[in-house]
């Protein structure tokens, strides 16, 4: 079985040309994308959060499996990486681009929770986490990749992988699941009552 997608976001083409033309190196994998696709898609009308927009290939992911009733924030600290996922992206009024600190962001917003959390960036995965784990509605989704080895990951940086699984892994608030998969994913689950 084939697991690369057979179906992608219209803009995402066009987005990994911007990307490529920018030097930006660090967007979402296919795999990851189409996950996020049907993840986005399994809550109608839902709230999504993506921390790290990148060049929004994520973004568009989200975007393509998300209905008319859903809204997706998503917080970017680079605004000229960003400006290539607002170009693309911008004219769909389902979402919402916040550029600034991701972790920032975080500790100042006050609104409701949200049912998918994607953390593609430092901030609501290797600081802020606590934080981030608060905005996941009960039965909502918390998502992280990039916990395969990478290139260009500074030195020391798999300790800093290891703890945060093993943070993740001990909390009885959430389910989790790993996965060996894609640029590798953990997947938690924040349990009801």
Request: charged share 25%.
């Amino acid at each position: 079985m084939d697991d690369v997608p057979s179906r992608v976001p219209s803009a995402l083409t066009a987005l990994q040309a911007r990307a490529r033309d920018a030097g930006f190196a660090m967007s979402c994998e296919g795999r990851t994308g189409s996950l996020l696709a049907g993840l986005a898609a399994a809550r109608p009308g839902g709230r999504v959060l993506e921390l790290g927009t990148g060049a929004g290939e994520g973004t568009a992911w989200l975007l393509s499996g998300m209905d008319r009733a859903s809204a997706l924030t998503t917080v970017e600290l680079d605004a000229d990486v960003q400006a290539i996922a607002r170009e693309q992206l911008g004219a769909d009024p389902r979402v919402t681009f916040v550029c600034g600190d991701g972790g920032l962001w975080l500790e100042s917003f006050d609104g409701a929770p949200f049912d998918l959390v994607f953390a593609d960036t430092w901030p609501g995965k290797f600081t802020h986490l606590d934080r981030a784990l608060e905005l996941v509605a009960p039965g909502g989704i918390y998502l992280i990749d990039d916990l395969l080895p990478q290139p260009g990951w500074p030195d020391g940086h798999a300790v800093s992988v290891d703890r945060l699984l093993a943070e993740l892994d001990a909390r009885e608030d959430f389910r989790c699941v790993r996965m060996a998969w894609a640029s590798g994913l953990l997947m938690a689950v924040r349990r009801a009552g």
